[in-house]
Each structure stands twice: as C-alpha cells, then as structure tokens.
C-alpha cells in the first residue's frame, strides 16, 4: 500500500531497525532556512499555499517542467489557482522525492490520506485550510508536533539575533539556535559590499577603515553569536579559491576595495582566501563546526534572475575542479593547529570520493572531525541519500556520521528526517541481508541511534 507503516521498508529487519530504534528519536534540524521571526510570531498560515508552496523553489522547478505558467508558480495568481497548480502537477511527479514528501506531509500533519490530483483539490484547499487555523498548526506548534529538540537556523554575521533571544525566553519545547553566515564578508568583489561593510560597523559600533578592524569585527560577532549558543557557522562556497602571494598586502587590497576601485582577480582570491583561514581560526577557538557548501552553480537563467531574483529554481551543479584548493586551505588551518570540525557537503555528487579521501588525511582526536554532508539539495533522495550514505561508508566511519538536515524553509519539512530514517533503516538492513554485517540487533541498535540522532547531540556540543 501507498505510504503504509512499512513503505521504504523492504524487509523484516530494515521494519525494526526503524519501528524499534529510528521513529521515536528526537530530530535535531542542525541546519535549515527558517526565518527567527516567523518562528517567534509563531502566526496561523493564511492558507495551505502559503504553508505549502511560498518560497519551495523545489517545487516551483517542477511546476515549470510541467508547464505551469509563471503566474501560477510565483506570480499574482490567488493562493487556490497555485494550489491547483500543484496538485495537477503532482500526479506527473511518480519517482520524484516530492511526490511522497508531499503525501507524507498531508499524511502526518493533516491526518489525511487523499491522493494529491486535481479532482481532490477543492477538498484538500478546504481541509487543509481548516486544520491550519487550529492551535497546533502554527509555526511553533509544527516544529514541537515533529519533535524537534533544536533548530538551527542560518544568520548573517550582521544579525542582531533579537528573535534567537526572545525565543530562548519564551519557547521551552524546542531550542532555536543561531548559524554564523559570513559569506558576505568574504564577497569583496560583490557590488554592494561596501554596504556590507557599513551594517558590519553598525553591529559592532566601531569604524572599519582597515583590514585589521574588519577581521576585529568578524572576531566580535563570533563572540555575540555564541554568546546566543551559536555551534556551527555555514559557508556558501561554490566555486572554491585559495591563494598564497607574498607579494600581495591585505590592507591595501582592502583599502582599495573602500576607495571603490575594481580589484584583480588574484586579489580578489587573496583576500578571500585570508578572510576564511582567520574564521576557521576563531572557530575552532569556539569549539564550533563549519560547514562548506560547494559546487552549487547559482542564478543560470539570467533573463529569470533578472525577473525573480535569487533563490527562485534556476541554480545549477558545477562541475569545476575542487580537490586542491580544499586541501590547501584545509593544510593552512591545520598546519597552525585551528583547523575546526568541518562538514563538506557538495551539491556535485561526483565530488564525494575525493571528499572522503581528503578529510581522512585531517582526522584528529574525536569522532569523525571532519565529516561528508548528508545528500544535498539535488541529492536528498532516495537515490542520493544511498549514494552518499555507500560513499561515506565505503571511505569512512558511517557509526560517526551527523546525519540529516532539512535545509529548507518550510515548516512542514521535517518528515525529510521520517524519509532518511527510513532509507537508511532500508540501506542497513540490505548490508546485513547481504552477509556484511551480522544480523545482531546490538550492534545494529547504536548504528540506527547514532547516525539518526544521537551523533549530531553529541557532535556539535550544543
């Protein structure tokens, strides 16, 4: 049966590693894209759309590919024309993850079992809309419902962290933590850094007129942020540079870029590349993880991101080179004894064999210190999350793995966490079928427990 208790399930032990050991735990959502303040208004959704399709480019790229018109994906057409949109778009969508997400999230929050098409989409709108005016489906309600322990959202370094702090006042089911995103310290190329640079002076209150007062600032951030429990920062890194010049000096590029003037390539990279070496500095002196997010091609459709701006569906996956200029900015923070917990996830799945080999030359005391990111983006299916979770196995230590994330900005996606715990219960028990490992419910126990939850509490030190 479609989504029944055992779907994902194929076999005996696969159903009790999840039903015994893998339902149950608690969820710790270590990297998403909530908002702090929706989560702290803690306000009804006006409708299943707003719930369902606002900001979830996931589902916009396949409205698209079914030939949904604009207008009905991100454009002014009414909440129940796109939530139409949606369901005649679903029943095309058999073999795509989306297509058991989106029952499953019918399934576990709304209690209904109706298959998603546009025969039922009149009841659905109705139904739907009804439960989300009821107490336990505000934003706050949902994350308890799934029982989540901590969320850790993604804040830029200029954040002042208000609502982080009103929640740790207020909400005691859940913990929302803040995530240092410093990426647009690091863009001195970007037009508009100069800006940047003129938020960072307001957060510290202090003048930034070199490049020593700027590292002062990101320094003084780091320390606000976990001051607020911040653990883990997260970069968005997809093209990867590293660059050593003597001949280059810091303060001066960093006075030119001040000035206004246009930047060579090589300093551009210089910079960045020194800017990244000192946070991993800091962080490492915090105690915190990093997370490195490569190999995303951004903004494709220029005639689109003109129109939508960015986040909108139209990212690709690169294919560049990767595997050198990680090393040496793994060896330069290494080689001064800072090189912090690291995750390295790549949107480019071809990248993971050659992840799984570097990070094993860094490997240090601890668990696992610098792990391979669970299936990303493109890669959270089922087919991804296999591929990754053989990888990291095949080079590694699959008992110390962190396990999954949501990365996403819905409230309804937790039941990703049902979906991986499910494929992984699923890959385990066909290892054991196949004669690798022993059927023995005592070893497989801790396993399921670690990867599923219990490393990711113990990993990141919250």
């Known amino acids: 049966m479609f989504l029944n208790e055992n779907y994902l399930l194929p076999n005996e032990i696969a159903q009790t590693l999840y039903h015994e050991y893998a339902k149950e735990l608690p969820i710790i959502d270590y990297h998403c894209h909530l908002d702090p303040k929706e989560i702290y208004e803690d306000r009804p959704f006006k409708t299943i759309t707003e719930a ?67 025969e039922n989409a009149e009841t659905l709108w109705r139904l739907c809309n009804e439960k989300l005016q009821q107490k336990d489906f505000t934003r706050r309600a949902l994350i308890a419902r799934s029982n989540v322990e901590i ?47 003129t938020k960072l002076e307001k957060s510290v209150e202090n003048a930034i007129t070199t490049y020593d ?61 020194n800017v990244l070496v000192e946070l991993m500095k800091l962080y490492h002196e915090h105690g915190w993880t990093m997370q490195l997010h490569v190999h995303a091609y951004r903004n494709c459709n220029q005639r689109m991101f003109e129109r939508l701006g960015p986040d909108t569906g139209y990212d690709g996956i690169n294919d560049q080179p990767l595997t050198q200029n990680l090393q040496k900015l793994l060896n330069a923070a290494d080689a001064q004894d800072h090189l912090p917990q690291t995750i390295l996830y790549s949107l480019n799945p071809n990248d993971y064999d050659a992840l799984v080999a570097l990070m094993g030359c860094f490997q240090q005391e601890g668990n696992n210190k610098l792990q391979l990111g669970s299936g990303w983006w493109y890669n959270d299916t089922r087919a991804g999350m296999r591929h990754q979770l053989t990888k990291f196995a095949d080079g590694s230590v699959i008992f110390n793995f962190v396990g999954m994330l949501t990365d996403s900005r819905s409230f309804l996606s937790y039941t990703r966490h049902e979906y991986f715990r499910r494929v992984f219960c699923e890959w385990l028990a066909e290892i054991v079928v196949r004669g690798e490992a022993p059927a023995d419910l005592r070893q497989l126990k801790p396993l399921v427990e670690n990867v599923c939850y219990q490393n990711a509490n113990n990993y990141f030190k919250f």
């Open 52 to 118: 369902w399709l606002s900001g979830d480019h996931y589902k916009w790229r396949l409205m698209r590919a079914c030939g949904v018109p604009e207008e009905a994906i991100t454009g002014n057409a009414s909440d129940y024309e796109k939530f139409l949109a949606w369901c005649q778009t679903v029943p095309k969508l058999v073999g795509n993850p989306l297509y058991s997400w989106t029952h499953l999230e019918l399934k576990r929050f709304f209690a209904i079992d109706l298959p998603v098409t546009e």
């Open 151 to 197: 969320v850790c959202t993604t804040d830029d370094p200029v954040d002042d962290l208000h609502y982080h702090h009103q929640l740790s006042q207020t909400e005691q089911r859940f913990r929302v933590l803040p995530t240092f995103r410093p990426d647009k310290a690091l863009q001195i190329d970007h037009p508009n850094f100069l800006t940047y640079v």
């Open 213 to 273: 007062a700027f590292l002062r600032a990101l320094r003084d951030r780091v320390t606000y942020f976990h001051q607020l429990h911040c653990r883990l920062s997260d970069h968005a890194l997809d093209t990867l540079v590293y660059a050593a010049d003597e001949q280059l000096s810091l303060e001066a590029i960093f006075a030119k870029a001040l000035a206004g003037e246009s930047l060579e390539e090589n300093e551009v990279s210089f910079f960045k590349t």
